[in-house]
């Protein structure tokens, strides 16, 4: 009854469209669209279609009537065709598609033209559908505007533009909404333009310039300028007509008050904004919320959910409205996070749906499990979502008062199907991208962040939205010997592979300069070197923090970085003044000067890229203000909250790094003392003496010097004797734990033997050292080693 009401309704600009959805709607057509003869009868040309992009079906806007094609076989004998894969794969004219999964119909329609239907169903065309697809070729009418462009007679509502030189045809009716008299109109369509509002000439002039315009339909609403009122909306529907070698030649159509046109729910600009906001929905919960915006209001719905097809599972991306209790009691037992997952086993009736891939509409009383019927009592729409020939997912609409379905209604339902079906699969691939772009990111960083003696520290890493490129933004805090914390915070020039593969060696080059004891300005120095000589295009920043813990001291380099800002336990803040030098890898021979920060117990320090404070409408000064004014109006006691709300006002157009430390000040202070081992013959005599000055003083019991004499006596005799160069022995103790450490200028490890023999003179000593110790070990000093001792004392 719908199909037949459309089809036998008045002829009107809008009608051919109508006509046309129906064949999407009652057909399962994915495709469908009108060729009639051009001006001269060589060219069929395309008049007008709805549905999914013909370029995915390699179809033509005109096709030669000397040709071979199906259409023109149609348009010579008068015959329907019906060609499945096979056939169109054999046919030369249809190798231009980029596959043949698909199926044809070619019919003949009145004055000489030919309706053309795509499925890409398995079972498609069967004898309902071609009944549908006869009636509607019966029923599709040319567009009275073409028509009359061709006779040289306008109706008073219809325009015909040349495109080669601007002059346009207009009726009537449309000078009378541009406020234009007959005898002063020139004929010329910059006269018309000079009445829009500025901000619609650019869409406006994109339909009236031929050279950005192929073949084919357009539809926009703009703005008028009136002196004696607000602006007006018009609507401009038209289609540009080929004119000779594939040439434009003419854009025909009509311009009509929007405000008299039918209503939104069945306004085609509706779905043009749909496909806009689509369009820039970078994600499947963009995707879902622009469906429910352009649905819900027009439709007067009360319930839509959106779900992504997950095997035999809609997993939820959006509920509207999203409270739990307005929802069926089976989706309320599957709310497991944010929204629920609903089995489609357990609803029969949508699981049909979805396998025949058609929209499927029922009004109240039908009856229906109860998952479903309490989505829409007073009626449901279900929209399977088609994408690549498989369900990407489904819409469900709802409503709570008996709802009568009009075909308009079933047009924009279906025409949105097919938008957000596309848009789906699109997002769900670039979320994927985007997630394995994150994570790769996350395995260049570090996966924890160590417990530091007398401090805090909390870092945060956002990869841009903007792309699905790697950045180059890394963090690091390097625990080192005697207390020393070096925080790190760096930028690599670009978002790619390259990039985030040189802040991984970046990163890695650090860390290892640090852990060797040099100073900041070394330890950035031989970076920079590094850098230089790995002889890449790109360059870094960087920002490098050596924290004393048990002075409240610190040492802080900048090459090319932004510079620490400092929170005080009082609230208030300050950007540290620290001179920097060049970014990394621009200068073989640069300068890194060291700036002193003084810390006290309650600081915090903020270290951050770039992307947490630039944006296209701020600069870096004013984004450092604005940081260090969210700093002091947060409270450092929950140093993950306030990372979270720094993190709230960064731009995702480029990735951001933060590093937040709380310095809280050592309980405990280590008691040091250091001496410099001579190579005299007496030197492990002298350092004997020196360690047992130094644990009477700081009262060790007597029962525990036996054992540390015997590794002090073995780390020194090893280093006097296998090493060259200075040797120092350094004693700390720190909760009756006391650690020996002698230094030497060698490298070379010294390696525990796995068994001695009788007769061998050497190799004991670190067997004995393992056995008296705690712990021991080695790590790289300023090019040499350190070999150190762990001892528990006992009182």
Not at 379 to 406: K, Q, S
Request: net charge negative; with cysteine; charged share 25%.
């Amino acid at each position: 009854m719908a199909l037949k009401a459309v089809t036998d309704g008045p002829e009107s600009p809008e009608r051919l469209r109508h006509v046309l959805e129906q064949g999407l709607v009652f057909a399962g057509a994915a495709f469908v669209a009108l060729y009639t003869p051009g001006k001269d009868g060589d060219l069929l040309c395309l008049v007008e279609s709805a549905g999914v992009p013909r370029s995915l079906y390699g179809i033509r806007d005109g096709y030669p009537t000397s040709g071979g094609s199906p259409v023109v076989e149609v348009h010579r004998t008068g015959r329907a065709a019906w060609l499945g894969p096979q056939e169109l794969a054999e046919c030369a004219e249809a190798r231009r598609a980029p596959s043949w999964d698909f199926s044809l119909a070619v019919l003949p329609a009145p004055g000489d033209g030919c309706l053309v239907a795509v499925s890409e169903h398995p079972d498609a065309f069967t004898t309902d559908d071609r009944r549908c697809l006869e009636l509607i070729a019966d029923a599709v009418v040319r567009p009275a505007p073409e028509r009359a462009a061709e006779s040289g007679e306008l109706p008073a509502d219809t325009f015909a533009l040349a495109m080669d030189t601007g002059r346009i045809e207009v009726g009537d009716t449309i000078l009378e909404l541009f406020g234009i008299g007959r005898d002063a109109f020139d004929g010329r369509v910059e006269t018309l333009l000079a009445l829009t509002v500025p901000e619609d000439l650019p869409a406006l002039m994109s339909v009236t310039e031929a050279d950005h315009m192929s073949l084919g339909d357009r539809e926009l609403e703009f703005r008028i300028l009136r002196s004696g009122g607000p602006p007006r909306w018009l609507r401009l529907r038209g289609r540009l007509l080929p004119g000779g070698e594939g040439r434009p030649a003419r854009l025909v159509g009509t311009v009509a008050d929007a405000s008299t046109l039918r209503s939104d729910v069945t306004d085609v600009a509706r779905v043009q904004r749909l496909a806009a906001a689509l369009a820039t929905a970078g994600t499947v919960r963009d995707v879902s919320q622009a469906v429910v915006a352009a649905l819900r209001k027009p439709l007067r719905a009360d319930r839509i959910a959106l779900a992504e097809l997950e095997n035999d599972r809609l997993v939820v991306t959006v509920l509207d409205p999203p409270e739990p209790e307005t929802w069926p009691e089976l989706w309320r037992r599957e709310w497991r996070a944010e929204w629920p997952e609903a089995p489609v086993r357990a609803m029969p009736t949508l699981a049909a749906a979805l396998s025949e891939g058609r929209a499927q509409i029922w009004p109240a009383g039908t009856a229906l499990e109860p998952a479903l019927a309490e989505v829409g009592p007073g009626g449901l729409a279900v929209l399977p979502l088609p994408a690549g020939g498989r369900m990407a997912g489904a819409c469900l609409i709802g409503w709570d008062a008996p709802h009568d379905f009009g075909p308009d209604e079933r047009a924009l339902l279906t025409a949105s199907a097919g938008l957000a079906g596309q848009a789906l699969m699109r997002a769900r691939a670039f979320d994927a991208e985007h997630e394995l772009v994150g994570m790769l990111q996350r395995q260049l960083l570090p996966r924890r962040l160590p417990v530091l003696p007398g401090a805090t520290a909390v870092a945060r890493y956002l990869p841009s939205t903007a792309g699905l490129e790697l950045g180059g933004d890394w963090y690091d805090v390097i625990p080192m010997p005697d207390n020393h914390v070096a925080l790190v915070i760096g930028d690599v020039q670009g978002h790619s592979a390259a990039a985030a593969t040189l802040m991984g060696q970046m990163r890695t080059a650090l860390r290892a300069y640090a852990v060797e004891g040099h100073p900041p300005d070394v330890v950035v120095s031989h970076a920079n070197r590094l850098l230089v000589d790995l002889e890449t295009d790109l360059f870094a920043t960087c920002c490098y923090v050596d924290l004393d813990m048990e002075e409240g001291s610190a040492w802080c380099v900048r090459a090319g970085h932004l510079p620490p800002v400092l929170r005080h336990s009082d609230g208030s803040t300050e950007i540290a003044e620290a001179e920097g030098g060049p970014p990394l890898g621009v200068m073989e021979q640069a300068d890194f000067p060291m700036a002193p920060l003084r810390l006290r117990p309650g600081t915090t320090i903020a270290l951050a890229t770039d992307g947490l404070v630039e944006s296209a409408d701020s600069d870096i000064d004013t984004g450092m203000n604005r940081l260090a004014t969210e700093l002091a109006a947060a409270d450092p006691a929950r140093l993950g909250q306030v990372a979270d709300t720094l993190l709230g006002s960064a731009r995702r157009s480029d990735d951001v790094a933060l590093l937040l430390v709380r310095y809280d000040g050592m309980a405990t202070h280590p008691r040091r003392e250091s001496w410099t081992v001579w190579r005299v013959p007496q030197a492990v005599g002298h350092a004997r003496r020196f360690t047992r000055r130094t644990l009477r003083s700081w009262n060790v019991p007597a029962d525990a010097l036996d054992s540390v004499l015997l590794v002090v006596s073995e780390l020194v005799t090893n280093a006097l004797v296998h090493t060259d160069g200075r040797v120092r022995l350094d004693l700390t103790l720190v909760n009756q734990r006391l650690r020996v450490a002698v230094a030497d200028s060698s490298p070379r490890t010294p390696a525990k033997p796995r068994s001695i023999g009788w007769e061998a003179t050497g190799g004991r000593g670190i067997l004995l050292v393992s056995a008296m110790s705690a712990a021991w070990g080695t790590v790289p000093v300023s090019g040499g080693k350190q070999v150190w001792s762990e001892i528990t004392l006992e009182r």
